[in-house]
Structures are given as structure tokens and as C-alpha cells.
T-cell receptor, first 111, second 113 residues
Framework: SQQGEEDPQALSIQEGENATMNCSYKTSINNLQWYRQNSGRGLVHLIL?????REKHSGRLRVTLDTSKKSSSLLITASRAADTASYFC???????????FGKGTKLSVIP | ETGVTQTPRHLVMGMTNKKSLKCEQHLGHNAMYWYKQSAKKPLELMFV???????ENNSVPSRFSPECPNSSHLFLHLHTLQPEDSALYLC????????????FGSGTRLTVV
């Protein structure tokens, strides 16, 4: 299975602090994607990192990928209360339509 | 609005009812997906359609029946559901087998009573 596993399951921080979430997976991938989900809503695509990339930035987001360790991390800098949501990593295999998700990290940013 | 629209947003149905979920995308994507999200479980891929053809069959009970009449519309027909089928059903679309990411709809919250 290419299922991603996020760590921690839940994270609570103060506004302004940085939040780091980790993801591990089991098999080779084409790319790894991070999504955000506000309570009871659909998922929003945040960032995609390809298997030949090691780091990617988008605004306050920084994603790293270590294919030798089959792991990725998502860093949100200078967090805001509006960042409160669940964050999921998802792995995509070459030649496959399937995007396989982990259980997510529930982030709470306290004002 | 993400460009993927799901209706209805909420649905309550009895176990003997028949209902349908609808998904529509205007992004020009060539693949559409149904995912199921239950509490404390990872998102489960149910069905994938590429250019209106079903691909990558997953083990889904026959009480769930998908339909893709064209590349912009996807339906999930429901009949004789069980209470454990209560969940958030998410539709998504993508281009190039999802190599650039998926766009999700807001989901249909289904409750089976």
C-alpha cells in the first residue's frame, strides 16, 4: 500500500508559531501532495512535490521530501487562526489514477 | 467554489430508499473520482472514470452504482444502503491521471437511518 501516515494526529499551537506535520509512506511514488480540509468540507490542494524534488515553497508553506526515508514534512510558518483545519498527505504512483491518503493531522491554531 | 460542484450538500435517507449524488466539473478535466470519508478512517477511493470509462475498479458494494454520462458529470446512485454507509462522499476531478493534483467538491454528507 502507498498509504501515507501523518504524524502527529493532532497538533495545537499558538498563533504566530510554526506548525510541522510529517508523513510517511510505504512504496515508490510519482509525487506527494498535501491537502487541507476545513471541518466537514472538501479537500483543498495545497502543494505538490515530485519524486525528484527535495523541497518546495508556496507562500507560508514549505514541503520537504526524502524518498530514501519515504517521508515528507509540511511546515506552516507564522500560523494564523484561519489555518485551523485537518491536513492530509496523499501519494500518487506513476501510471495510476489513485491518490492514496493518510488519516490526517488535525491542526488547531489558538488566537 | 473550486470548480467542482456537488449536490445535494446533505442527504438523509432510509435504508430502503433510492437516491443519487451528483457531481459536475467545469475545469476541462478528463478524470473524475468518488471518495468516501468516514470518521477516523483515511479517504477511500470508490470509483475512477477517465474519459467516461471506468478505470481502476475498487471493491465497493453493489448498492453503490456510479454513472458518468460525459466528462463533466458524475453520479453515484444509492440503493438499499446500510447505516455504516453514512459518511461524507467527495467527488474530485483531475487532469493527467492526477499528476498535477485533484480538485475536490465540498462533499455530500450522507446519513442513512
Amino acid at each position: 500500500s502507498q498509504q501515507g501516515e501523518e504524524d502527529p494526529q493532532a497538533l495545537s499551537i499558538q498563533e504566530g508559531e510554526n506548525a510541522t506535520m510529517n508523513c510517511s509512506y510505504k512504496t515508490s511514488i510519482n509525487n506527494l501532495q498535501w491537502y487541507r480540509q476545513n471541518s466537514g468540507r472538501g479537500l483543498v490542494h495545497l502543494i505538490l512535490i515530485r519524486s525528484n524534488e527535495r523541497e518546495k515553497h508556496s507562500g507560508r508553506l514549505r514541503v520537504t521530501l526524502d524518498t530514501s526515508k519515504k517521508s515528507s514534512s509540511l511546515l506552516i510558518t507564522a500560523s494564523r487562526a484561519a489555518d485551523t483545519a485537518s491536513y492530509f498527505c496523499a501519494t500518487h504512483g506513476a501510471g495510476s489514477y489513485q491518490l492514496t491518503f493518510g488519516k490526517g493531522t488535525k491542526l488547531s491554531v489558538i488566537p | 467554489e473550486t470548480g467542482v460542484t456537488q449536490t445535494p450538500r446533505h442527504l438523509v435517507m432510509g435504508m430502503t430508499n433510492k437516491k443519487s449524488l451528483k457531481c459536475e466539473q467545469h475545469l476541462g478535466h478528463n478524470a473524475m473520482y468518488w471518495y468516501k470519508q468516514s470518521a477516523k478512517k483515511p479517504l477511500e477511493l470508490m470509483f475512477v472514470y477517465s474519459l467516461e470509462e471506468r478505470v481502476e475498479n475498487n471493491s465497493v458494494p453493489s448498492r453503490f452504482s456510479p454513472e458518468c454520462p460525459n466528462s463533466s458529470h458524475l453520479f453515484l446512485h444509492l440503493h438499499t444502503l446500510q447505516p455504516e454507509d453514512s459518511a461524507l462522499y467527495l467527488c474530485a476531478s483531475s487532469q493527467e491521471q492526477g499528476a498535477y493534483g485533484y480538485t475536490f467538491g465540498s462533499g455530500t454528507r450522507l446519513t442513512v437511518v
